[in-house]
């Protein structure tokens, strides 16, 4: 069992940067997986990003690759995402989540862990 915590939300303009963190409970945190998802008002929960076990790999989705970068620390069971020039699109609760399976991992159903999210607002 893992918990997640995000935290690094705020009001940001657009062209800005915002750097997101997802702390993790426990002594395994390499053991996992981790991802990052994010849901805006009105609209299906979708993959941003993720990285493997690792970190050795990673993998974007096409709307934020170049933009977003995902990394994680696993001596301080965290796992980050940096986001620069962001766009008014990207305005949404942003959650992180962890699997116990290998590689990387782009659906929501191959996660069984989940932060409580961080709202990040794009303003134009």
């Known amino acids: 069992q893992v918990q997640l915590v995000e935290s690094g939300g705020g009001l940001v303009q657009a062209g800005g940067s915002l750097r997101l963190s997802c702390a993790a409970s426990?002594?395994?945190?390499?053991?996992?997986?981790m991802g990052w998802f994010r849901q805006a008002p009105g609209k299906e929960r979708e993959f941003v990003a993720a990285?493997?076990?690792?970190?050795?790999?990673?993998y974007y989705a096409d709307s934020v690759k170049g933009r977003f970068t995902i990394s994680r620390d696993n001596a301080k069971n965290t796992v980050y995402l940096q986001m620069n020039s962001l766009k008014p699109e990207d305005t949404a609760v942003y959650y992180c989540?962890?699997?116990?399976?290998?590689?990387?991992?782009?659906?929501?159903?191959?996660?069984?862990?989940w932060g409580q999210g961080t709202q990040v607002t794009v303003s134009s």
């Open positions: 989540a962890a699997s116990m399976w290998l590689g990387i991992l782009r659906t929501q159903y191959e996660y069984a862990f």
């Open positions: 426990g002594r395994t945190f390499s053991s996992y997986a």
């Open positions: 990285i493997n076990q690792s970190g050795g790999s990673t």
